[in-house]
Nanobody, 123 residues
Framework: QVQLVESGGGLVQAGGSLRLSCAASRRTFSMYAMGWFRQAPGKEREFVAAISWSGGSTSYADSVKGRFTISRDNAKNTVYLQMNSLKPEDTAVYYC????????????????WGQGTQVTVFS
């Protein structure tokens, strides 16, 4: 069982930056691949970024590539999403997810999900 708690969301002007954090329960955090998803108002949940156990492999949605960076610190049981050059289109609830395996699963087939944190970008 893995519990995930997102933080760092808020209100930011377009072009600004935010860093989201996802704190996981200490138990076996390093044994999980991690991902970030988001769900905008009126839209379905979409993939944002993912990272392998070691952090050596990452992937991004085309819409955020070059602007967002996913990273993890296994010693702190935390995964991050650095969000730069934010756009109003990035406004969404952002969810952290965990998968018990070395590599991120296809689609959204993760084992555990956080409660989400709101990111609002205004222009």
């Amino acid at each position: 069982q893995v519990q995930l708690v997102e933080s760092g969301g808020g209100l930011v002007q377009a072009g600004g930056s935010l860093r989201l954090s996802c704190a996981a329960s200490r138990r076996t955090f390093s044994m999980y691949a991690m991902g970030w998803f988001r769900q905008a108002p009126g839209k379905e949940r979409e993939f944002v970024a993912a990272i392998s156990w070691s952090g050596g492999s990452t992937s991004y949605a085309d819409s955020v590539k070059g602007r967002f960076t996913i990273s993890r610190d296994n010693a702190k049981n935390t995964v991050y999403l650095q969000m730069n050059s934010l756009k109003p289109e990035d406004t969404a609830v952002y969810y952290c997810a965990a998968y018990k395996g070395p590599l991120p699963p296809p689609y959204d087939r993760y084992d555990y999900w956080g409660q989400g944190t709101q990111v609002t970008v205004f222009s």
